[in-house]
Structure formats: structure tokens, C-alpha cells
């Protein structure tokens, strides 16, 4: 079992910065591959980027690419989101997700077992 443990978020102005921050429990931190999702009120939940297990690959969402950086640091068993020239379209509840399943669409929520608490970014233009 997995809990995930967000931190970060919050009410900012289009072109601004934040920093999302996800902490799982446990030791095995490394055996997963972890994402971060987002999802606006009346959407279904999108991705938005992930990480591979070693940290060694990245991918984005388009609307994200060139803005958000994903990163993690195993040893201290933390994923972070750096989000930078926020638009007012970024806006929604933020969700990291963790996997341990191999052979996964990483671009699909329901490919993730474990996710965080949620947490809101709202970029006002």
C-alpha cells in the first residue's frame, strides 16, 4: 500500500510559478512510476505529466511541454511538479498518481493504483 501526500498549489496570476510536491510512503518508492494528473470542473481527469522509475525519462502533456518540468529524488521519496508561465486553462485540482504495474499506458489515469489527496491551482488572468 501507497499514500501519496500533496503539497503545493494555490491561487496565482497567468505567468506565474508553482511548485507541486507529492511524498509516498514507504520504501519502495523506486519500484513506481509516478504521474501528475489534473482535472477542471465538469472534465474528466487528463494527464498532465510522468516520470519513469528511475527519473531517467519524462513525458508531457502538449499543453504542458516547455512549461512544467516533472522531476523526482529517490532517495527522499519525492516528486515534484514545477509549473511556470501558468495560464488561467491550468487551472484545476492537481492529483499525483503511483504505479508499480510494468507495460502501462502512463497517459491513462487507470493505469495508476495509488493517488494523492488532490490540490487546487488557480491561475487568474
Known amino acids: 500500500q501507497v499514500q501519496l501526500v500533496q503539497s503545493g498549489g494555490g491561487l496565482v496570476q497567468a505567468g506565474d510559478s508553482l511548485r507541486l510536491s507529492c511524498a509516498p510512503s514507504?520504501?519502495?518508492?523506486?519500484?513506481?512510476?509516478m504521474g501528475w494528473f489534473r482535472q477542471a470542473p465538469g472534465k474528466e481527469r487528463e494527464f498532465v505529466a510522468a516520470?519513469?522509475?528511475?527519473?531517467?525519462?519524462?513525458y508531457y502533456a502538449d499543453s504542458v511541454k516547455g512549461r512544467f518540468t516533472i522531476s523526482r529524488t529517490n532517495a527522499k521519496n519525492t516528486v515534484t511538479l514545477q509549473m511556470n508561465s501558468l495560464k488561467p486553462e491550468d487551472t484545476a485540482v492537481y492529483y499525483c498518481?503511483?504505479?508499480?504495474?510494468?507495460?502501462?499506458?502512463?497517459?491513462?489515469?487507470?493505469?495508476?493504483?495509488?493517488w494523492g489527496q488532490g490540490t487546487q491551482v488557480t491561475v487568474s488572468s
Open positions: 516520470i519513469s522509475r528511475s527519473g531517467g525519462t519524462t
Open positions: 498518481g503511483a504505479t508499480g504495474r510494468s507495460y502501462i499506458d502512463r497517459y491513462d489515469a487507470g493505469a495508476y493504483d495509488y
Open positions: 514507504g520504501r519502495t518508492f523506486s519500484m513506481y512510476t
